[in-house]
């Protein structure tokens, strides 16, 4: 195309005003009236022109978009790939990106935290059924914040406490559902059979990380998740649970383990991808990321020095502790 539609929306503003001011030099009242309506229209058929482009035309590509960016886009609500199918509509996290009120922190009691994922069919995509098919996971992290030093605690970690889980009802109703296949490969990686129709695939760290309680003020997960076959049709996000101890069972209220909350839906690809889920705002984040985003974090343009700066402010990239130590195997609830 001749101009782009950035390019096209400067042009057509650019010549309407200048006709625009032309003309009111030398008109009255009314006919100046009309030709500035004349230039809101123009306004309009410009700006239609340009959010009407292709995607490719005007975003950027997110194969060679930047850790913390595409952590930013997992977190921000109306960026997901996809809806899990069988998952109410009116269910909060429905559309991905979720974080219940006051949950950025854990409960000032608590002392455990658990990173966790899970897979769903896609939404409108047919039903698939090669046994063959499945999803491979690998190198999940849970880093937690420690409030009085400012630190990122690599918390858990798959290659040393490994990955449970199981098929369960889509909208996690409490009924029966069938065994879900598991097994950990040469690498470290754990191989996923696939979602039925009706279930999903809801996987965890095994070991529950554990704290000094009231200690922490956020939490970060990451896993890489890929599909062994480009016929398939699903998608995935991630999330955290904060759990009252390292060996709490599960309650179906869910007073021993309150979700942090969970990342946007990504489409599965036979290529690695990286899901993300961080319980802060995106302002802090910027201010103070984990470790694995922190060197491709950008400088916030926005933020200002206060008289009363917080000493969390800077980025700290230590990625151990030894105040943080992983629980003692203990029986592992699910994460609704």
Same mark, same amino acid.
């Given at each position: 195309m001749?101009?782009?539609p950035?390019e096209?929306?400067?042009?057509?503003l650019s010549?309407?005003?200048?006709?625009?001011?032309?003309l009111?030099?030398r008109?009255n009242?009314?006919a100046?009236?009309?030709h500035?309506?004349g230039l809101?229209?123009?306004?309009?058929?410009?700006?239609?022109?340009?959010?009407?482009?292709?995607?490719a035309?005007v975003?950027?590509?997110?194969k060679?978009?930047?850790?913390i960016?595409d952590?930013i886009?997992?977190?921000?609500p109306?960026q997901?790939?996809g809806?899990?199918f069988?998952?109410p509509?009116?269910y909060?996290w429905?559309?991905?990106?979720?974080?219940?009120?006051?949950?950025? +922190?854990p409960?000032s @009691?608590?002392?455990?935290?658990t *990173?966790?994922?899970? %897979?769903y069919?896609k939404a409108g995509?047919?039903e698939?059924?090669?046994?063959?098919?499945g999803?491979?996971?690998a190198?999940?992290?849970?880093?937690?914040h420690?409030s009085?030093?400012?630190e990122w605690i690599?918390?858990q970690?798959?290659?040393a406490?490994?990955i449970?889980?199981d098929?369960?009802?889509s909208?996690?109703?409490?009924?029966?559902?069938p065994p879900m296949?598991? +097994?950990?490969?040469? @690498?470290g990686?754990?191989?996923? *059979?696939?979602p039925p %129709?009706?279930?999903n695939?809801?996987?965890w760290?095994?070991?529950r990380?554990?704290?000094?309680?009231?200690?922490?003020?956020g939490?970060?997960?990451e896993?890489d998740m890929?599909?062994n076959?480009?016929s398939?049709?699903?998608v995935?996000n991630v999330g955290?649970?904060?759990?009252?101890?390292?060996?709490?069972t599960?309650?179906?209220n869910f007073?021993?383990?309150?979700?942090?909350?969970?990342s946007?839906?990504?489409?599965l690809s036979?290529d690695?991808?990286?899901?993300?889920?961080y319980?802060?705002s995106t302002?802090?984040?910027l201010m103070?990321?984990p470790?694995?985003l922190?060197?491709t974090a950008?400088?916030p343009?926005?933020?200002r020095?206060?008289?009363?700066a917080?000493p969390?402010?800077?980025p700290n990239?230590?990625a151990d502790?030894p105040?943080?130590v992983?629980?003692?195997?203990?029986?592992?609830?699910?994460?609704?």
């Amino acid at each position: 195309m001749l101009f782009d539609p950035y390019e096209f929306l400067v042009l057509i503003l650019s010549l309407a005003l200048m006709r625009y001011c032309e003309l009111s030099l030398r008109t009255n009242g009314p006919a100046r009236a009309f030709h500035l309506t004349g230039l809101a229209v123009a306004f309009c058929m410009a700006s239609e022109s340009f959010v009407l482009a292709s995607p490719a035309e005007v975003l950027p590509d997110k194969k060679t978009i930047s850790p913390i960016l595409d952590a930013i886009d997992q977190n921000t609500p109306g960026q997901s790939q996809g809806y899990p199918f069988g998952v109410p509509r009116n269910y909060a996290w429905y559309r991905g990106s979720h974080k219940p009120p006051g949950a950025s +922190s854990p409960p000032s @009691d608590f002392t455990a935290v658990t *990173g966790w994922g899970q %897979v769903y069919p896609k939404a409108g995509a047919p039903e698939y059924t090669n046994p063959d098919g499945g999803i491979v996971v690998a190198n999940a992290k849970t880093y937690v914040h420690l409030s009085g030093t400012c630190e990122w605690i690599l918390i858990q970690d798959q290659s040393a406490h490994g990955i449970a889980g199981d098929h369960f009802v889509s909208d996690f109703k409490p009924k029966p559902a069938p065994p879900m296949k598991l +097994s950990t490969q040469p @690498d470290g990686s754990v191989a996923i *059979g696939f979602p039925p %129709v009706g279930y999903n695939n809801h996987f965890w760290i095994i070991d529950r990380g554990t704290y000094p309680a009231g200690s922490v003020d956020g939490v970060y997960v990451e896993m890489d998740m890929k599909i062994n076959d480009a016929s398939m049709k699903f998608v995935a996000n991630v999330g955290a649970d904060w759990w009252r101890d390292a060996s709490s069972t599960f309650l179906r209220n869910f007073a021993n383990n309150p979700g942090a909350g969970m990342s946007n839906w990504v489409e599965l690809s036979t290529d690695w991808s990286t899901l993300r889920f961080y319980s802060w705002s995106t302002h802090r984040l910027l201010m103070n990321p984990p470790p694995p985003l922190a060197e491709t974090a950008p400088t916030p343009r926005d933020v200002r020095p206060r008289a009363t700066a917080s000493p969390c402010s800077l980025p700290n990239r230590r990625a151990d502790h030894p105040l943080i130590v992983p629980s003692l195997p203990g029986e592992t609830g699910h994460a609704r």
